[in-house]
């Protein structure tokens, strides 16, 4: 069985195990779980090399939590360990079992103080789906072993985060961003090392694609340092367990971004967002002095140019910054919000746009663009760009994945990001393409009311000439339209014939 094959599999038999129970419920219930299965494996690994105290653990003590520390790894006391919990899946006290040895966890590891959920002892959880859940999650990664086994349960927690998502549909979306979207921000960013920082975090999708980008270019993970803020406290608490499963240290605050900024005198490299789409109670009426609207103070009713100038006053001298809103913000004038853009146009803050394919998110058929900030087109190592903004209409992108959802493939990404990266870089070899592609000048930009609509400016796709000659297509159009004529009269006479039957004269 494939690792995919494997995750649909775990996916549609913990699913079915949660009966009439609420997705939004059950979510925490099976992840939870996930990340008991994945710390106490990770400790069951190191346990055993302590114990045989071979090498660099000569004479180590496997029961020392310290041994532990030293390795990155959370030390599981002996009633928290998955074996145990295993052995006790039949009992009818197993809810009490695991909110102990969550509560055990906790105090062991203050990381995890106040992380993790301790409800499974509760009179409406059926104890026996829940052993048989325990027997389920089990088997992931049983078979292998170390970084292979961590990597399988890591990878299965993300694909329930998405598959919950989808489950709850609304409500799903403000803790789960799409992951070809999240691909795309990273892609193009390319987070190598510096600040990260996300001020609406989720479930910490941001910056596990950004660890996974680092890998895959052989980067090195301990060059990035990660920053979040996260206003919901139970998303808070998945994204610390999603944190926590793939070693990702973090600084996580919880508030609200606008009235608690918790890093408020962080400057980050790179920030990569998905803030909730046109809020209108964000507090704005209390905050019209604040620092950061050097654009233009945002209207009450809407907060999207608060994240856009919120996210401009966290980016370093040289950072740049991925944001997806909605569309309505590259056209809207209401509220003072065109005299922002233009600003934020004329500043050269505005990198890129790229107009988004509908049905990629879980949670709202809003269509969706992304921003791409920099706070320096002069230098950093790409082209002089000052006078350019690019455009990319990716809107006929993306396959089908169900009835309601759309994802951009793999193929696409990359061409998306190519596209970016072949504009920006100084030996890039970029070109217009129409339909899809234009680099187009401040001047241009300002001719179309500072609009900044991808599809103002990419124009239409050229057609290939199928080499017809035009009369040849004009006589068989004429051709097809006399026959359609034709069979017309010949069905408005039946029509007549029978209402004719029926006492009927037209």
């Keep these: 069985m494939t690792d995919q094959s494997l995750e649909k599999t775990l996916w549609a038999a913990a699913d079915k195990m949660r009966s009439n129970m609420d997705a939004a419920e059950y979510k925490h219930v099976v992840l939870g779980l996930i990340f008991l299965k994945y710390i106490s494996d990770a400790f069951s690994d190191l346990y055993e090399k302590l114990k045989a105290g071979e090498g660099e653990y000569e004479g180590a003590d496997a029961e020392d939590a310290d041994e532990y520390l030293a390795e990155n790894v959370f030390f599981v006391p002996e009633m928290a360990r998955w074996q145990y919990l295993q052995d006790n899946a039949k009992n009818p006290e197993i809810g009490k079992f695991i909110d102990n040895a969550m509560d055990a966890i906790e105090k062991q590891n203050i990381k995890l103080k106040g992380v993790l959920p301790k409800n499974y002892a509760r009179p409406d959880l059926d104890k026996r789906r829940l052993g048989e859940l325990i027997d389920l999650i089990g088997t992931i990664g049983f078979n292998q072993k170390g970084h292979r086994a961590k990597d399988l349960l890591g990878r299965v927690y993300e694909y329930f985060l998405g ?141 999207n140019y608060a994240w856009l100038q919120h996210f401009i006053h966290k980016l370093s001298p040289k950072g740049t910054a991925g944001i997806v809103l909605a569309n309505g913000s590259m056209t809207s004038n209401s509220g003072g919000e065109g005299t922002i853009r233009q600003n934020l146009i004329e500043a050269g803050l505005i990198d890129c746009m790229v107009a988004l394919p509908s049905q990629l998110f879980y949670n709202t058929m809003i269509p969706a663009c992304l921003w791409f900030l920099t706070r320096n087109k002069t230098n950093g190592g790409y082209r002089k760009r000052d006078n350019e903004i690019l455009f990319i209409d990716a809107r006929n992108k993306g396959q089908m994945i169900s009835r309601r959802n759309r994802e951009l493939t793999t193929e696409e990404l990359k061409s998306i990001s190519d596209t970016y990266h072949n504009w920006r870089n100084t030996n890039g070899n970029y070109e217009d393409v129409a339909g899809y592609c234009k680099a187009a000048t401040l001047e241009e930009v300002k001719a179309a009311n500072y609009v900044l609509t991808p599809g103002r400016y990419v124009g239409t796709a050229e057609v290939e000439d199928d080499g017809i000659p035009f009369e040849e297509k004009m006589d068989a159009l004429t051709k097809q339209l006399a026959e359609q004529f034709a069979q017309s009269g010949i069905l408005e006479n039946r029509i007549r014939e029978n209402l004719k039957g029926l006492g009927y004269e037209l």
């Design 163 to 303: 598959q919950f998502a989808d489950a709850e549909g609304k409500k799903g979306g403000q803790f789960y961003t799409p992951q070809s979207i999240v691909k795309l921000l990273v892609e193009m960013l390319e987070p190598y090392e510096g600040r990260i920082y996300d001020g609406c975090c989720g479930s910490g999708g941001m910056f596990i694609q950004s660890e996974k980008f680092i890998e895959k270019h052989g980067g090195n993970i301990g060059k990035v340092a990660v920053y979040g803020q996260e206003s919901n406290p139970t998303t808070l608490r998945l994204c610390k367990m999603n944190l926590a499963i793939r070693g990702i240290d973090a600084q996580i605050e919880l508030g609200d971004t606008f009235t608690q900024d918790g890093h408020k005198d962080l400057k980050a490299d790179y920030i990569i967002a998905n803030p909730p789409f046109n809020i209108k109670d964000w507090q704005g009426e209390h905050l019209r002095d604040d620092n950061r609207w050097q654009y233009g103070v945002p209207p009450t009713g809407n907060a």
